[in-house]
């Protein structure tokens, strides 16, 4: 029997005025930001849901439910570190985490290497385990008229004895 298991995130947010843009925990300069309880980190969600998908551990949602007013603001980094603790309690650690982050604008690829850098220090992982990739959906759908982000992930993870 393998202990390796795979998981798969996705998330997505709106974009509003009035909000920060945080993106794999970094505070990215732009006109708006995503909208939602916490601080919307499309990124660093659809990490948490691949990581407990990976675990069997249901989804964000059950987790970090958006009724808990515990939540309202919290960085995704916190919980992020929390899905860790869990991560660490049923025995496994991370392979690798490969995340795609889908938006019209602004440009984001400055700002990857910070993203995988604040990542890879939650989950206490080399920086080399995670990759943060950029798309542009050309004008197409939600994310193309500038309405949202979204952002996908795949998780790698092992049992360790």
Aim: hydrophobic share 40%; proline share 4%; aromatic share 6%.
């Amino acid at each position: 029997m393998t202990n390796l298991r795979v998981g798969i995130g996705y998330d997505v947010h709106k974009l509003a005025k009035g909000r920060k843009l945080i993106l794999g925990g970094v505070t990215v300069p732009f006109t708006k930001g995503l909208e939602g309880h916490s601080d919307a980190d499309v990124v660093i969600h659809s990490i948490i849901d691949a990581i407990i998908g990976a675990m069997g551990q249901r989804d964000i949602g059950f987790h970090f439910p958006s009724s808990d007013k515990k939540y309202k603001g919290i960085s995704s980094l916190i919980m992020l570190k929390e899905i860790k603790e869990i991560l660490k309690v049923r025995g496994f650690t991370i392979v690798n985490i490969d995340s795609t982050i889908e938006a019209e604008k602004p440009v984001l690829s400055p700002y990857v290497g910070g993203m995988c850098s604040n990542i890879a220090a939650v989950l206490e992982i080399p920086k080399e385990k995670v990759n943060v990739k950029l798309k542009t959906p050309e004008g197409l759908g939600y994310v193309g008229k500038g309405q949202g982000m979204a952002s996908y992930a795949v998780c790698l993870i092992e049992k360790v004895a």
